[in-house]
T-cell receptor
Framework: GAVVSQHPSWVICKSGTSVKIECRSL??????MFWYRQFPKQSLMLMAT?????????EQGVEKDKFLINHASLTLSTLTVTSAHPEDSSFYIC?????????????FGQGTRLTVV | AQKITQTQPGMFVQEKEAVTLDCTYD???????LFWYKQPSSGEMIFLIY??????QNATEGRYSLNFQKARKSANLVISASQLGDSAMYFC???????????????FGTGTRLQVTL
């Protein structure tokens, strides 16, 4: 079964509103989670690294104030897209490394398809 | 320079035939890992196979095998006995600094769209 659960799988929101996406690790604790973004017919680009108990690390060019990341517990990280605009429409997907294995980041959440209208 | 290069935007293969999806990588880190993922139209990322830089043998997982040529820095995915359900996007990815004890990001290639035909 899935070891990383992401919710919601799709969401449509109005321009200017905020959307929260959740990423949960099942049956294991994840001190680190990764958030990726994928535009249609393109590859996955890392947005940020979510660290439990500390601030997220953002990749160059990713707006921290727009994409708020909270890693409040060892099993949950949330990505909030604030004041969403149509250009934020994309596929967002999280990944959580499984501790104690070399095959880290092998498992991803189901992804969230965000459409801003 | 691109860290992961997939030169085949699209590939066709007949059902039951084998197909090779190309992937080359660029890193100066001696410790790295190479991954292949399948992404169907639903969007989920399905882990297929992993190859560590120090692994002596090519990785195999069922119908999937990884042709790892370290000197050439290539990690091609071979799918044997293709099935209609194999039609999807396939991404090659690399993680550097494997075994350092810290989680590090995956860098993805641009992907190859595989279409299996009857």
């Amino acid at each position: 079964g899935a070891v990383v659960s992401q919710h919601p799988s799709w969401v449509i929101c109005k321009s200017g509103t905020s959307v929260k996406i959740e990423c949960r690790s099942l049956d294991f604790q994840a001190t680190t989670m990764f958030w990726y973004r994928q535009f249609p017919k393109q590859s996955l680009m890392l947005m940020a690294t979510s660290n439990e108990g500390s601030k997220a690390t953002y990749e160059q060019g990713v707006e921290k104030d727009k994409f708020l990341i909270n890693h409040a517990s060892l099993t949950l990280s949330t990505l909030t897209v604030t004041s969403a605009h149509p250009e934020d429409s994309s596929f967002y997907i999280c990944s959580a490394p499984i501790p104690g294995t070399l095959i880290s980041e092998a498992f991803f959440g189901q992804g969230t398809r965000l459409t801003v209208v | 320079a691109q860290k992961i290069t997939q030169t085949q935007p699209g590939m066709f293969v007949q059902e039951k035939e084998a197909v090779t999806l190309d992937c080359t990588y660029d890193t100066s880190d001696p410790s790295y890992g190479l991954f292949w993922y399948k992404q169907p139209s639903s969007g989920e990322m399905i882990f297929l196979i992993y190859q560590g830089s120090y692994d002596q043998q090519n990785a195999t997982e069922g119908r999937y095998s990884l042709n790892f040529q370290k000197a050439r820095k290539s990690a091609n995915l071979v799918i044997s006995a293709s099935q209609l359900g194999d039609s999807a996007m396939y991404f090659c990815a690399m993680r550097e600094g494997v075994g350092t004890g810290t989680a590090s990001k995956l860098t993805f290639g641009t992907g190859t769209r595989l279409q299996v035909t009857l």
